[in-house]
C-alpha cells in the first residue's frame, strides 16, 4: 500500500512546500544547479583527439555535443569503441558555412568549444592543398567570429600543429619559436594560428592554439604511419605474409599519448587568462626507432619485413621536431608520463592481447 497523498509529508513540512516563496526557492536552486553543468561542443568529434577529449569531459560531468559534416550518416566508431556513443549528442555542421556554424552555435549554448576539426593528413595537404587550407582556416575563421557573433562568452580552443614549426634542427621549439611550416597542412595551421592570437586581442576572446607535437593512440587510423606500422607488424606477428613499405625513416618526432595530449586541452579552458601552449613529451626518436619497437614487442626483426618506398616521400618534410613543454608544466601542471616505447608497446597491444606488459 502506497501512504495516503494528502499525508504523506508530514502538516510542518507541507505547509512549507505550499508556500509560494519556498517553491520559487526549490526551482531557483534546481535551475542553478542544472546551470552548474558545462556544456562544450566538440567539432571534430569523430577523430582519435575528439573521442578521447569526450570521453574525458564527460567523466568531468559535461554536456557534451560533437559536430561531423553529416550526423545522420557518420558512424562515430572512436565513440563506440570507447563505449560513449549513447551519452553524447551529435549535430551536422559544415565548418566552411558560417550559416552553419552560427545555427549549431545558437542551439547548442556551449561553455566551451573545442575545434579539433578540419583536413587533419599531412601526407594528403600536398595533394589537396585547397581543401586543406580553407578546411583549417575558413573554418577556425567562422568559430571565431560566430562566438564573438554571440557575445564572446564561449571559450574556445584551437588544435594547432607542431608542423607550423618546419624543421628546428636540434632546436627544441617553445611558443615564441617563429613558424616556418613545410606542408600545406602546416601553412594551414599557422594561419589558424594568428587568426586566434588576432581575435583574442582584437576583441578580448577567451581563444587559445594549443600546439600539439604527434600524439598516438590505438584510435588512429591506418593512413597515420604509427598505425600502419602496427597494424602491419601485427599481420605479420600472426602468420600472414606481409613487407611494409614506409618512406624515409630516418626523421625524427616528438611523439606523445593522444589520451594525455586531450587533457592538456581541458585544462587551457580552465584558466584565468586564455594563452597558447606548446603540448610535448620534449624527446624526439627516429621513425626507425619507432619501427624497431613495435617489430621487438612482437619478437620480430623489422629489417627483413620493412622496404623503403621512395614514392612515399613528401615533396618537403621535417627532419628532426621537438617540443618544449615547460610552460605547459608551469601553468597548467601538465606534463606527459608516456614516451615512445611504452606508446609503441600499448599501441601493440590494442590489437595483439597476447604481447606483454
Not at 205 to 218: K, Q, R, T, V, Y
Not at 259 to 284: C, H, K, N, P, R
Request: glycine share 6%; with cysteine.
Amino acid at each position: 500500500m502506497f501512504p495516503d497523498k494528502d499525508n504523506f509529508l508530514n502538516p510542518p513540512l507541507r505547509g512549507w512546500l505550499l508556500n509560494k516563496s519556498n517553491t520559487n526557492k526549490i526551482l531557483k536552486i534546481a535551475y542553478s544547479s542544472k546551470k552548474a553543468m558545462k556544456t562544450a561542443l566538440i567539432c571534430g568529434i569523430s577523430g582519435q583527439d575528439g573521442a578521447y577529449l569526450a570521453q574525458l569531459l564527460l567523466t568531468k560531468k559535461y554536456l557534451v555535443w560533437g559536430t561531423s559534416r553529416d550526423a545522420q550518416i557518420s558512424s562515430f566508431q572512436n565513440l563506440e569503441r570507447l563505449g560513449i556513443r549513447n551519452q553524447v549528442k551529435v549535430e551536422s555542421m559544415a565548418l566552411t558555412d558560417f550559416r552553419s556554424v552560427l545555427q549549431v552555435i545558437h542551439k547548442v549554448q556551449p561553455d566551451e568549444i573545442y575545434n579539433l576539426a578540419g583536413q587533419t593528413s599531412v601526407g594528403l595537404s600536398f595533394d589537396q592543398p585547397v581543401e586543406t587550407m580553407e578546411s583549417i582556416t575558413l573554418g577556425t575563421l567562422n568559430l571565431l567570429e560566430a562566438i564573438r557573433f554571440t557575445g564572446g562568452k564561449i571559450k574556445f580552443y584551437n588544435a594547432g600543429s607542431s608542423e607550423c614549426f618546419g624543421d628546428n634542427r636540434d632546436k627544441a621549439a617553445d611558443e615564441t619559436t617563429p613558424f616556418r611550416p613545410r606542408s600545406p597542412y602546416g601553412v594551414a595551421k599557422a594561419a589558424a594560428f594568428w587568426e586566434v592570437a588576432n581575435y583574442r586581442e582584437a576583441y578580448n576572446l577567451f581563444a587559445c592554439s594549443g600546439i600539439l607535437f604527434n600524439h598516438e593512440s590505438p584510435l588512429r587510423p591506418k593512413r597515420f604511419v604509427t598505425q600502419k606500422i602496427v597494424s602491419a607488424a601485427c599481420e605479420i606477428a600472426q602468420g600472414k605474409p606481409a613487407k611494409l613499405y614506409l618512406g624515409n625513416i630516418s626523421i625524427q618526432r616528438d611523439w606523445g599519448w593522444a589520451q594525455e595530449y586531450v587533457e592538456a586541452m581541458y585544462l587551457m579552458l580552465q584558466q584565468e587568462q586564455a594563452d597558447d601552449f606548446v603540448i610535448a613529451t620534449g624527446e624526439t626518436q627516429k621513425l626507425e626507432d619507432f619501427v624497431a619497437e613495435v617489430f621487438a614487442c612482437l619478437d620480430l626483426d623489422w629489417r627483413k619485413y620493412v622496404i623503403t618506398d621512395q614514392s612515399l616521400f613528401r615533396p618537403t618534410d621535417i627532419a628532426i621536431s621537438r617540443g618544449n613543454p615547460a610552460k605547459a608544466k608551469q601553468y597548467l601542471g601538465w606534463e606527459a608520463n608516456f614516451k615512445m616505447k611504452q606508446i609503441a608497446r600499448m599501441m601493440v597491444k590494442a590489437i595483439y592481447p597476447e604481447v606483454g606488459t
